[in-house]
C-alpha cells in the first residue's frame, strides 16, 4: 500500500508556504501502489509534485497524490542519449547528473524547482530553452482504465507554458516517466541574454553554471522568500495591438513569435506601473523581478490572490492585456480560476 496519511498539512510542501490541511495523503512510489488507490479517490485528487508552481487558497486542501516514483536510466545510441527518468525525482538533480555526466541538452534549466513529473504539464522553459525541445514521449497512468499509455511528443500538445496534460488529459491522469533524448550533436543556445558573457563555445558545466548565476540574481529563494516563480504568464497579442500600444510605450519588451503574434514581457508591465515591491496585506511585488509575487508572512493563499488581481487590474486598465495566471489555483476542491476566487 502507499504512504497514506490522514489530516496532513501541506506547508512544507508548496514554495509559497501557504498552512492548509488536505484530508488525505498520499504519497505512492511506484505503479503498484498507485493502482492501489482507489480509482474514484484518484479523480477527485489533487497530483501535487514539489509544489513550486502551486497556491493553495483556502485553510483546507483537496485530497492530494503527491508521485514519489524514483530512477534514471541512459541508453546510448551512436548519435544521443536516451535517459527515462521517473516522475519523483528532483528536476536540478537531474539536470546536475546530466550535465555531470555531459548528457549535455539541459544546462539552460537549471535552478528551475520541482519535480521531474510537473516539468511537461505547463513545458517548463528558460533562457531559450524548453522540456519539450528533448522530449521523445511522456509516460502516463490514465486512471479510468488503470493502463500505462506511452505518449508521443506529437501527442502531448506542447506550446508556450502548455501541453495537452493541462488541458484536455487535466484529471484524466498522473505523469510517471519522462523519456528524453539528447542528441550527442550538441550547440550551446546562448541567445538569451546573460548568457552571451560566457567565452565563445561554452561548456554545458558554464552555460550550467552561469544560468544559476544569472537565477539566483533575481529570482528569490523560496527557502528564505515564498513564492512560486513568475506568477503571471508572458502574455500573446497581435501585432495590431503591439503597434497600438508602442505609441504610447515606445520602451516595451517584447518577442516575435510569428507573422501575427508577439509576446510581451509582463515583469515589464508591472514595472512600469511602479508596482515592484508593492506590498498589499503582507504579499508583495518582488524587488527584483515584478513577475514574481513573493509570501511575505501572510498564511492565507487569498492574500496572494488579492495582490494577484490588484496587479492584474492595474495592468488591464494601462494596458488593455488580461494578464492569465501561471501559477495553479487551488481551493479545497482542487484547481480553480482567479476569476472564481472573490473573498
Ligand atoms: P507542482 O506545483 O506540484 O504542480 C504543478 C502542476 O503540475 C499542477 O497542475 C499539478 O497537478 C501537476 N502535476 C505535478 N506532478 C504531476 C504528475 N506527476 N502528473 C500529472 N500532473 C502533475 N517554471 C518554468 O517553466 N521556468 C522557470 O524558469 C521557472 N522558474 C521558477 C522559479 C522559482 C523560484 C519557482 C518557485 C518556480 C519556478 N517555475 C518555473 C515554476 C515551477 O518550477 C515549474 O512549474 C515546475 O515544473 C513545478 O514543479 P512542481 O513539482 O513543484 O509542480
Ligand atoms: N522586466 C522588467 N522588469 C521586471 C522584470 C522584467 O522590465 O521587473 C523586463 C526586462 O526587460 C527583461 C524582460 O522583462 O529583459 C524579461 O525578463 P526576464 O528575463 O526576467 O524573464 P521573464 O519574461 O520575466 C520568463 C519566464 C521565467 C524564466 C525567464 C528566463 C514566464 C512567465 N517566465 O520570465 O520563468 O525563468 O523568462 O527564461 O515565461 C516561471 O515560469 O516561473 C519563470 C520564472
Known amino acids: 500500500m502507499p504512504s497514506h496519511s490522514r489530516r496532513a498539512s501541506l506547508k512544507e510542501q508548496n514554495t509559497f508556504a501557504i498552512e492548509t490541511i488536505t484530508p488525505d495523503l498520499f504519497c505512492p512510489t511506484n505503479i503498484e501502489e498507485l493502482r492501489e488507490i482507489d480509482r474514484s479517490i484518484l479523480q477527485h485528487s489533487y497530483i501535487l509534485g514539489e509544489g513550486s ?12 497524490v503527491s508521485p514519489k516514483f524514483k530512477g534514471i536510466n541512459v541508453e546510448e545510441t551512436h548519435d544521443a542519449f536516451h535517459i527515462t527518468v521517473a516522475a519523483g525525482e528532483n528536476w536540478h538533480d537531474f539536470v546536475a547528473f546530466c550535465v555531470e555526466n555531459k548528457y549535455n541538452g539541459l544546462e539552460n ?11 511537461p504539464v505547463q513545458n517548463i522553459g528558460a533562457y531559450g530553452v524548453e522540456i519539450a525541445d528533448y522530449i521523445e514521449s511522456v509516460a502516463w497512468y490514465e486512471i479510468v482504465s488503470g493502463q500505462l499509455k506511452t505518449m508521443q511528443k506529437a501527442e502531448c500538445g506542447f506550446g508556450y507554458r502548455e501541453s495537452l496534460f493541462k488541458r484536455a488529459l487535466l484529471g484524466k491522469g498522473i505523469i510517471t516517466e519522462v523519456a ?10 546562448l541567445n538569451y541574454s546573460g548568457l552571451d558573457v560566457l567565452p565563445s563555445n561554452p561548456s554545458a558545466q558554464q552555460i550550467f553554471e552561469q544560468v544559476i548565476n544569472i537565477r539566483n540574481e533575481k529570482l528569490p529563494n523560496p527557502l528564505l522568500i515564498p513564492n512560486a516563480g513568475s506568477f503571471f504568464k508572458n502574455p500573446v497579442i497581435e501585432r495590431k495591438q503591439l ?3 508602442l505609441n504610447g510605450f515606445p520602451d ?4 516575435d513569435i510569428d ?85
Open 109 to 119: 534549466l537549471a535552478l528551475i524547482p520541482g519535480s521531474v513529473g510537473a516539468a
Open 53 to 64: 508552481n502551486t497556491l493553495f487558497v483556502r485553510e483546507n486542501a483537496p485530497t492530494i
Open 259 to 343: 507573422e501575427l503574434n508577439v509576446k510581451i514581457a509582463a515583469g515589464w508591465l508591472i514595472d512600469k506601473l511602479g508596482l515592484k515591491g508593492f506590498v498589499l496585506n503582507g504579499a508583495a511585488v518582488h524587488k527584483k523581478q515584478a513577475l514574481v509575487l513573493v509570501n511575505q508572512g501572510v498564511s492565507s493563499g487569498m492574500n496572494i490572490v488579492q495582490l494577484a488581481k490588484h496587479v492584474q487590474e492595474e495592468v488591464l486598465q494601462a494596458f488593455g492585456i488580461l494578464l492569465e495566471p501561471e501559477v495553479r489555483l487551488v481551493d479545497n476542491n482542487g484547481l480553480t480560476e482567479i476569476s472564481e476566487l472573490n473573498d
Open 252 to 255: 516595451i519588451v517584447y518577442y
Open 180 to 189: 528524453l533524448r539528447l542528441p550527442k550533436a550538441w550547440k550551446p543556445k
Open 243 to 245: 503597434e497600438d500600444l
